[in-house]
């Protein structure tokens, strides 16, 4: 084994030993290739695993299965009355009126209604489970104010009873965030919502990461009293500062990876987690999705996002976002929403019922999120307020449509559309199972499917989640 | 909807502020003003049934929020706090509630580090230069785990303490003390003299508690001293004792949508725990929110949703919210010589899809206008060429 002399490999040697090992024969290759122009001896090429924590999501084998006779909202604005849907092999196979099939099993949904899961892109499962206790208190990293270097799965507890009962309330997808008492609060993991031991059992199989970021009151009151930002121009400044460093950090990486296609021996730059995640942004590879509640503080976060070249996949809370609706949708920025939380803060005190639907009436991107355990059981009944508030105020969108801030909208800004988020032929088959009109109090999901599986039942004890944490528990299968 | 149940094709008379009759058909006699709500639900006005309203307008780092006091190490019983002084009808959530069919409430403190949180006012959300309609209306007791600390945050300390209040207040035998009076007990004078009308039964004892055993503690302090009017506040597993419950005539406030277990006190958390205790015969009255006081009906819904029968809804959000707040004789019904509090709905008021179409809040048909609606229309506004400032809904 020949061991090229080069000072600066043997100083980094030992770090990448292992690499090395793999790259002797190509470096001999190189040298064995009779090429007129002598390239330079080349060091192992250093890439960056993106992906150290794969996803073991196992789909279990859904079957044939045949739902017939439902009221069907799409999740994209359609809606089919007397339809039947086919799922096969985990997938939706078939849309429509009439489907035969001979080896299906068959549902009968005759008074009900059937829609994509619902996805929420703002969940703290898992990160802040119940029991909400301090040991539990898992989802801000809140030492410094920019902790691009977490990732909220290295914190999600796969016990948090909070799934089982998001689960009952028609959630197939949720992405786990970290809090918002950074500037950057590092990276956000997205889920199917299946109750399973370990996070990379729930991981979305090929879903990109997000990154949260925050505005306003949160940074600026956790970290006023230690170092700043105690303002919120000091929170601009410290977003800035980051996006120079991630900035040049890229450019390290961009300057190594041309210089070694080149076939010269660059030096790789020195890993850092921190700005690895800030480059994934910058590179269009991770998400952004920045808790944020006035306009005017949208409106110049969004001018940061021009600066640096990169794209704020949603807003986050935008409880102002019907003063900048027409921005929003010009800038391609979501806002994901309640339907009427308010006054809880400052930046919270704008807040009104119509948010939702002047969004969407602007033409942007509207979503429907929960940031709350409680919340996320039922965020067909957010929707519905939303949509009724709009009606009242003159706003009118069908229930149809008021789906889409449920299912598509959500999947988009989660960059897992072209996987889940409607009832289309070659999607996951995650879909609810409604007693009727999701957009009654009184209804309620009947069964749950992801990918095709039956993981939720209403009333079937066989099909309840129970975590380990709640075994002899006086809640034990308490819904 | 009253106090009969539900009458159709109903008529209301209202007179200088309260009802004088509700009657199936009914003319109008001349000189009334009509509203007409035919084919529409109408009910009593909406009560919250623990609320803050009137002592916050923003919670966090925003000023005023007159319903948290924090006397640290004072040795304060908390038992003289008295919400009353604080109420500002101005505060902008009372529109904001009201518009939705929110027409009176308790205002009870929401954070305080005492022993007792203090006396709770009811208030009107009307237009009444006077909001109070009863100053001292109820007790607030938190028996929770972690919020005893007011008694060095054991519960090994806290029951004994309780029992040793109470014992206090009962050798009263009814009566306040007087500055003359002789007194060696172990609380100040202002402090077991707010305990009197508790201990006659006159002032319901709000208690805040979750975990069974606790609430059994409180059931035998009701065997104790019998003339208390317990109403337990949250109370997640109240439905592990409902039969004891209903048996000792205690009733329940509670947010039917809370099934997980924020703590050790709350593992028996479940979305049935309102339909059971009915069940069982306890009184459940619903309405926990400030803010979103005007959440009250979806709540209600809710627990309608996993097994509460309907009528019992509405009820826990108008009569049964009245009576466990002590103000029965005047509101949360539709009868005769209540306060003329009503809402005309634009559909079944459970349902998360209907809203309030006129509220009238003691005889008054009250503007359906707030800061929210005002904002709204604002934006709603805002193709015009004229800068937002000068649009003024």
Redesign the interface.
């Given at each position: 084994m020949k061991i090229p002399n080069n000072n600066r490999l043997v100083k980094g040697g030992l770090r990448h030993l292992s690499v090395l090992a793999l790259s002797v024969g190509l470096a001999s290759n190189a040298i064995a290739d009779d090429h007129e122009e002598k390239t330079e001896q080349q060091d192992p090429y250093v890439e960056v695993n993106p992906n150290p924590f794969p996803s073991t999501y196992q789909p279990a084998d859904s079957g044939t299965v045949l739902i017939t006779n439902v009221t069907l909202l799409d999740g994209i604005g359609g809606r089919l009355d007397n339809a039947s849907v086919l799922i096969e092999n985990g997938d939706i196979k078939q849309v429509g009126s009439n489907i035969s099939a001979v080896e299906a099993t068959v549902i009968d949904g005759t008074g009900k209604w059937l829609t994509p899961g619902i996805i929420d892109n703002h969940s703290h499962l898992g990160v802040y489970p119940?029991?909400?206790?301090d040991s539990h208190a898992d989802g801000n990293e809140m030492t410094t104010p920019v902790t691009a270097e977490v990732w909220s799965e290295h914190s999600v507890w796969p016990q948090d009873?909070?799934f089982s009962?998001a689960l009952a309330g028609g959630v197939t997808t949720l992405q786990i965030l970290p809090g918002s008492a950074n500037l950057v609060g590092g990276r956000a993991v997205t889920l199917k919502n299946v109750p399973d031991r370990t996070v990379q059992d729930m991981k979305f199989p090929d879903a990109p990461y997000g990154m949260k970021m925050a505005c306003g009151?949160n940074p600026k009151?956790v970290y006023g009293g230690k170092g700043g930002p105690m303002t919120r121009m000091g929170n601009v400044a410290g977003y800035r500062k980051e996006w120079i460093a991630a900035t040049e950090y890229k450019q390290k990486w961009d300057k190594y990876k041309k210089e070694y296609a080149e076939g010269k021996n660059p030096a790789a730059p020195t890993r850092d987690l921190k700005l690895e995640t800030l480059m994934g942004v910058l590179e269009g590879e991770i998400l952004v999705h920045m808790h944020c509640y006035r306009a005017d503080e949208m409106a110049v976060m969004m001018d940061v996002m021009k600066e640096f070249d990169y794209q704020i996949t949603s807003f986050h809370h935008a409880v102002e976002g019907?003063?900048i609706a027409d921005k929003l949708a010009e800038n391609n920025v979501c806002a994901s929403m309640w339907a009427?939380?308010?006054?809880?803060?400052?930046e919270a005190?704008?807040?009104?019922?119509?948010n939702i639907p002047?969004v969407a009436n602007a033409g942007g991107c509207a979503i429907v999120h929960s940031d709350s355990?409680?919340g996320i059981?039922?965020l067909n009944?957010e929707a519905?307020?939303a949509?009724?508030?709009g009606k009242?105020?003159?706003i009118e969108f069908t229930k149809a449509q008021a789906w889409e801030w449920l299912s598509a909208n959500p999947a988009r800004s989660l960059g897992v559309f072209d996987q889940t988020g409607s009832v289309e032929p070659g999607k996951d088959a995650d879909l609810v199972l409604w007693s009727g009109d999701p957009?009654?109090?009184?209804?309620?999901a009947e069964q749950v499917f992801i990918d095709g599986v039956k993981v939720y039942e209403k009333g079937n004890d066989a099909l309840w989640p129970v975590t380990d944490?709640?075994l002899d528990?006086?809640?034990e299968g308490?819904? | 909807m009253t106090g009969q149940g539900k009458v159709e094709n109903a008529t209301i008379l209202i007179e200088d502020e309260v009802i004088k009759s509700v009657k199936s058909g009914g003319s109008v006699p001349s000189g009334y003003k009509t509203i007409d709500a035919a084919g529409k639900w109408v009910t009593p006005g909406i009560i919250g049934a623990y609320t803050s309203l009137g002592l916050v307008d923003v919670e966090y780092s925003a000023g005023i929020a007159d319903y948290s006091a924090k006397l640290e190490d004072s040795g304060y019983l908390g038992t003289q706090i008295e919400t009353k002084y604080a109420v500002n009808p101005d505060s902008s959530l009372i529109n904001i509630a009201r518009i939705e069919g929110i027409t009176s409430a308790a205002s009870v403190m929401a954070d305080t580090d005492t022993f007792f949180q203090g006396q709770g006012a009811f208030i009107s959300l009307g237009d009444k230069v006077n909001p109070i309609v009863k100053g001292n209306a109820v007790m607030l007791l938190d028996m929770t785990g972690g919020k005893i600390d007011g008694s060095s945050g054991s519960r090994a300390v806290a029951w004994p303490k309780l029992l040793s209040v109470l014992q206090e207040a009962a050798s009263l035998k009814g009566k306040t003390l007087r500055k003359k009076d002789d007194w060696d007990g172990d609380l100040t004078k202002t402090e077991v003299n707010a305990l009197v009308p508790v201990m006659k039964g006159d002032m319901p004892l709000l208690i805040t508690v979750n975990r069974t055993m606790d609430i059994r503690h409180i059931i035998h302090i009701k065997q104790k001293f019998e003339d208390l009017k317990i109403v337990l506040v949250h109370a997640t597993e109240a439905w592990r004792v409902a039969d004891e419950l209903a048996a000792h005539d205690i009733a329940v406030i509670l947010r039917p949508e809370s099934n997980l277990p924020y703590d050790f006190d709350e593992l028996g958390a479940t979305l049935s725990n309102a339909a059971r205790l009915d069940a069982a015969g306890v009184k459940v009255a619903i309405g926990m929110d400030t803010h979103n006081a005007r959440l009250v009906m979806q709540h209600a819904g809710n627990a309608v949703a996993n097994g509460l029968p309907w009528e019992k809804g509405l009820a826990s959000i108008t009569s049964v919210a009245a009576e466990v707040l002590g103000v029965a004789d005047s509101h949360g019904s539709l009868e005769k010589g209540k306060s003329a509090d009503v809402v005309v709905w634009s559909g079944d008021p459970l349902e998360v899809m209907s809203y309030a179409e006129t509220v009238v809040i003691d005889g008054e048909q009250i503007p359906m206008t707030s800061r929210q609606s005002k904002l709204r229309d604002r934006y709603l506004q805002m193709q015009s060429d004229k800068a937002y400032r000068y649009i003024k809904p």
């Open positions: 119940t029991p909400d206790v009873p909070g009962a009151e009151r019907y003063k009427d939380w308010w006054g809880f803060k400052m005190y704008d807040g009104i019922l119509e002047l355990d409680l059981q039922r009944q519905a307020k949509l009724a508030n009242k105020a003159g957009f009654s109090t009184y209804t309620q944490f709640e528990q006086p809640g308490e819904l | -």
